[in-house]
């Protein structure tokens, strides 16, 4: 997945968000939406890590409709002795449907198939809230089909998602910030992909931990088609076990069950947890939360994040009956295939685990993995293409957002001569381009840079191309590196070093 790995999912908790004096948006429109003037929020204290609300005095005038029913919204620890059967109501807070409401819109996304917009959600809100929470209450709300649609990976081939509507985003966010909460804390340790205070960066030290104590095989697991295959009974069994209320049972299976539109037909899902919803990641780490407690039970050492998992062993014979005994039991227990092609049993150094490699000396240092290179340059190619006919500054403010989130995520590597490589690479590229832009007039652009007479003209007058003359005394000489790091271009390797 790269899931895209630089856009991790950032998971909010609704109790620091609660006490955030200023509430100025989002908590306006969610109290506009459950019938509250935005000015007059009652002050929010917490306890056993959750809000406490006080109630509204105010009662609604006879003859009209009641906007904001203290009942409906849910009630503390204290008033509700049996909590287990009033998860909906949990659900339902306010201060959990603000810190959902903020957590939506911040991840902003396409419509899904009912075509409404996350900018349209909040007025959607405003009029519907009473009655989409009634239907909530009562176990009766029925999700809409997700938008089936299909993007490249990163590694080749397609991947599927299914996008819900953002109504549904809204509800699956509340739903999985109080399931987080709940579950989270009986995950297993070796579990690191979309959980609260948990990283790639974290499962990548965790490898290198093992690496370091000698373990130097990986048996690279690989599940073909994950989130398409899950077994629905499988895992609503799983979700019994750790939900007592019916309400929130019934909406997760109809989430699951709620189909998919694709090219205008409606197809059934019988199985799969569409990829593209809130829930989806954490009802994949409650499955295979199995896989982690029989790689525990066994006393394997290992690092997950969400389907991709690194088994760390001495030898390759080792490695080898860890593999068979693995995709024996995912396929038995889980119903899960492991895909025989991509899986194997090598060097830790030979494989690549979430856009990383190692190398092969000891210690083991971390450093970017050489398809995550290829699809560095290929993006930075698409970005300084010569014929896109944007200006220079254009193009580097793309360069910049691209660069920025690029180094915030493998700048973890600790082997940054490769960065200084693609620092003059990239600026390599901006060269051509430039000299591109410049056409006939190069022999002027270049004298006004400073480039004597006769080095102009031989370099104007040339017949190579403009990749030829990136390298060439001319060009270096009138656009060095510091000239386009004067105008804003991020240096890779200096922000990587200074980490």
């Known amino acids: 997945m790269p899931w895209d790995l630089a856009c991790e999912r950032n998971w909010l908790s609704a109790e620091r968000l609660a006490l955030t004096t200023e509430q100025k948006s989002a908590e306006g429109i969610v109290g506009c939406e459950l019938g509250r003037r935005p000015e007059r929020f009652p002050s929010m204290g917490l306890k056993d890590g959750r809000s406490h609300l006080s109630r509204d005095s105010a009662s609604a005038s006879v003859g009209q409709r009641p906007l904001w029913d203290e009942r409906a919204v849910g009630e503390t620890k204290e008033d509700a002795p049996e909590q287990e059967q009033r998860l909906m109501e949990r659900v339902l807070e306010r201060s959990n449907l603000i810190c959902a409401l903020r957590q939506v819109k911040s991840n902003a996304g396409s419509p899904g198939a009912d075509g409404m917009s996350v900018e349209a959600l909040s007025g959607h809100l405003r009029q519907h809230w009473p009655e989409l929470r009634e239907r909530l209450l009562r176990g009766q709300y029925q999700p809409q089909p997700v938008r089936r649609v299909a993007i490249p990976k990163a590694g080749g081939g397609r991947r599927t998602l299914g996008i819900p509507s953002v109504v549904d985003r809204f509800i699956q966010q509340a739903l999985l910030q109080v399931l987080q909460r709940d579950w989270d804390a009986s995950f297993s340790a070796h579990s690191f992909g979309f959980r609260p205070n948990r990283s790639a960066h974290m499962a990548l030290a965790c490898a290198q931990e093992y690496l370091s104590a000698g373990y130097s095989w990986v048996v690279d697991v690989d599940l073909e088609k994950f989130f398409d295959r899950v077994n629905h009974d499988k895992l609503m069994a799983r979700v019994k076990q750790r939900v007592a209320d019916t309400r929130v049972l019934k909406l997760i299976e109809r989430y699951l069950k709620a189909g998919a539109l694709s090219a205008g037909k409606l197809h059934a899902t019988e199985e799969g947890t569409p990829q593209g919803g809130p829930l989806s990641p954490l009802l994949a780490n409650l499955l295979l939360d199995d896989l982690d407690k029989e790689l525990e039970r066994r006393g394997h050492r290992f690092a997950r994040y969400a389907d991709?998992?690194?088994?760390?062993v001495r030898s390759?014979?080792?490695?080898?009956?860890?593999?068979?005994?693995?995709?024996k039991y995912l396929e038995r227990v889980l119903k899960l295939k492991v895909n025989e092609a991509k899986s194997a049993v090598d060097r830790p150094w030979k494989r690549k685990f979430l856009g990383f490699s190692f190398t092969a000396r000891r210690p083991n240092r971390?450093?970017?993995?050489?398809?995550?290179?290829?699809?560095?340059?290929?993006?930075?190619?698409q970005i300084t293409r010569r014929t896109s006919g944007v200006t220079l500054s254009e193009v580097l403010a793309q360069l910049r957002?691209?660069?920025?989130?690029?180094k915030n995520y493998f700048g973890f590597s600790q082997t940054h001569s490769r960065f200084q490589e693609l620092d003059k690479w990239i600026v390599r590229r901006l060269r051509c381009y430039l000299w591109k832009q410049w056409g006939r007039r190069g022999y002027r652009e270049l004298r006004a840079l400073g480039v004597s007479r006769e080095l102009a003209w031989h370099t104007s007058k040339s017949a190579h191309g403009p990749w030829?003359?990136?390298r060439s005394p001319a060009l270096s000489f009138a656009l060095p590196g510091r000239y386009f790091r004067a105008r804003g271009l991020p240096s890779l390797y200096d922000c990587a070093t200074a980490t």
């Open 308 to 312: 991709d998992c690194n088994v760390y």
């Open 316 to 327: 390759h014979k080792a490695g080898q009956r860890v593999l068979a005994g693995v995709t």
């Open 366 to 381: 971390r450093r970017v993995a050489d398809a995550a290179i290829k699809r560095f340059k290929d993006q930075v190619r």
């Open 401 to 406: 957002v691209y660069l920025k989130g690029w």
């Open 468 to 470: 030829r003359l990136s």
